[in-house]
């Protein structure tokens, strides 16, 4: 995420409730330190580019945040100013914040708010990358995090199913979007509407309806997400059922049954069950092998989701 902003791939980063609030009078109305840290880790040595009300909402022995290039957005010559002198850079745009991003020495470019910021940065497309913090939260706010087109796409989450839980108690997933720039940009006037809404506005009808709709997509991934975790564990115990227990059951008794049948000098009979027996052994091997298989690729997505290629949200 470095050079050209044409070319660069930038990133967004926001922690937000699972009802979309990312902000309240100025704040962040829960308290989750490990979004915190996480958020630090993901933007260290980075450009940042938040607008001045996100600035603000900073305590001040955090400001400008350490060790990454503060890009703020202000129309205010007197903020800028402000902002100059505790060693933020202002700028008077979000692509004149971009533009400064990418000639900058930092290597990555990330987006961190606030809801004006990045209604902006996903209406204009100017972000290919959204990782979210998303926090099983009822708190209300005045601050929403904007609606992702239809080109966006969860790429990853973490954990695959359920639940982080915080020191605190708080539950959260972390989830990566990506934007597909090869779809074409079907997003519908009522969302761009959502997205162009002043944040102190009255909320409209449609970005309830919206709110909704990307409410029930969340849900149905999440019961997706449970529904394969269940259909998973269903198939193990099934395989351990049938590798471990039936199947050897079964071949136990068929070879009793042949070598009784061979001593009794019945030796086509007996034959024939010894052969039975073998095919009861080869289905517990390939069981035991098919099980051993799905344990790994369960490994496999854990680790996977344990390290988020893009982690990120912003604290
Ligand atoms: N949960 C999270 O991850 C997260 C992350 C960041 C922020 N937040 C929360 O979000 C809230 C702040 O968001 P917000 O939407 O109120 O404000 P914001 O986006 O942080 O800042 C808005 C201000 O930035 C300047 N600005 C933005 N776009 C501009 C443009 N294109 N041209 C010129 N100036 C521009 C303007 O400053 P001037 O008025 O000075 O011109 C504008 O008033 C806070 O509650 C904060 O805690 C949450």
């Keep these: 995420m470095s050079g050209n902003p044409d070319t660069a791939e930038i990133g967004m980063i926001w922690a937000q409730t699972h009802t979309g609030v990312i902000g309240d009078a100025g704040a962040m109305p829960w308290h989750l330190p490990e979004d915190m840290a996480h958020f630090t880790a993901t933007t260290r040595g980075a450009a940042v580019v938040m607008g001045r009300r996100t600035w603000e909402s900073f305590p001040a022995k955090y400001r ?26 202002p700028v008077a745009s979000l692509d004149e914040g971009l533009e400064v991003a990418s000639g900058s020495a930092a290597e990555k470019i990330w987006i961190i708010g606030g809801g004006q910021v990045y209604a902006e940065a996903v209406q204009r497309g100017l972000a290919d990358l959204a990782v979210i913090t998303v926090i099983k939260s009822s708190a209300s706010g005045d601050t929403s995090a904007p609606a992702l087109t239809e080109d966006w796409e969860l790429t990853q ?20 979007h990506r934007r597909n720039r090869g779809l ?52 193990l115990m099934m395989l351990g059922l049938g590798g471990y227990l039936i199947l050897p ?57 344990a390290t988020p290629e893009a982690p990120g949200a912003a604290g």
């Design 64 to 89: 400008p945040l350490p060790g990454r290039q503060n890009i703020v957005i202000t129309s205010d010559q007197h903020a800028a100013e402000q902002i100059r002198e505790l060693g933020g850079h």
């Design 157 to 176: 989450r973490d954990p695959a199913a359920g639940t982080h839980q915080g020191a605190n108690g708080l539950e959260y997933r972390i989830e990566t």
């Design 184 to 235: 074409t940009e079907t997003t519908s006037p009522s969302r761009h509407a959502v997205l162009n809404a002043d944040q102190g506005a009255a909320r409209s009808a449609d970005q309830g309806a919206d709110r909704k709709a990307d409410e029930g997509a969340d849900r149905s991934a999440d019961q997706r997400q449970d529904q394969a975790a269940q259909a998973t564990s269903t198939n």
């Design 249 to 305: 059951f079964l071949a136990l008794f068929t070879v009793t049954l042949g070598f009784v049948l061979v001593l009794n000098d019945r030796i086509l009979p007996g034959l024939a069950f010894l052969f039975v027996a073998q095919i009861w052994v080869a289905g517990g091997l390939w069981a035991h092998l098919k099980r051993r298989r799905l344990l790994q690729e369960i490994k496999e997505a854990r680790g996977a989701s």
